[in-house]
């Protein structure tokens, strides 16, 4: 996907997902899947106790390949992505660990946000076709997790929900 094509489609994306968009993108019926991060939810480690934060995932009409996502964090240590800052969606339900399926942008200041296409390179680590779909139509099976270098295994973390779970 081109990056000019692609910017402009997480724009319009982001904009739906926060109800900003206009009454003709109207009737879009996508998967919006929320998750509250916090550092309490960590698994098998301690996360920051401090830190707290919100996560929505959602696709595209008519590209079941692409996922969407906003990621925002605060009360954790922020650093550059090159610096240890990095987020992930992991396949495992609430109480378990699991395996990066998905590679977030880090929230270097707070906030992140992209769209990820299956097939573009060093995004989804399984190469699993589907594995968007998967995610949209499962959200319970995959949560999120942000890392930085105060708390390498994950400072927060969330699991995926759908709209009425929260």
Do not use: W
């Not at 699991?98 to 299956?118: I, K, M, N, R």
């Not at 139509?137 to 930085?148: G, K, Q, R, T, W």
């Amino acid at each position: 996907m081109h990056n000019l094509t692609k910017k402009a489609l997480l724009a319009t994306a982001v904009a739906t997902s926060l109800g900003l968009a206009s009454a003709a993108q109207a009737g879009h019926t996508n998967h919006v899947l929320d998750a509250k991060l916090s550092g309490s939810e960590m698994v098998g480690s301690m996360g920051d106790s401090d830190g707290k934060g919100y996560a929505h995932v959602f696709g595209i009409d008519g590209d079941p390949t692409t996922l969407c996502y906003v990621v925002q964090v605060h009360n954790i240590q922020t650093v550059p992505v090159k610096e240890g800052m990095a987020a992930h969606i992991h396949e495992a339900g609430k109480g378990m660990n699991g395996a990066p399926v998905a590679v977030l942008a880090g929230p270097e200041d707070g906030d992140a946000a992209d769209c990820l296409t299956e097939g573009e390179k060093g995004k989804f680590p399984t190469g699993e076709a589907g594995i968007v779909q998967r995610i949209l139509e499962n959200p319970s099976d995959f949560y999120i997790n942000v890392h930085n270098p105060e708390f390498p295994k994950g400072a927060v973390r969330g699991q995926l929900m759908g709209p009425h779970s929260m």
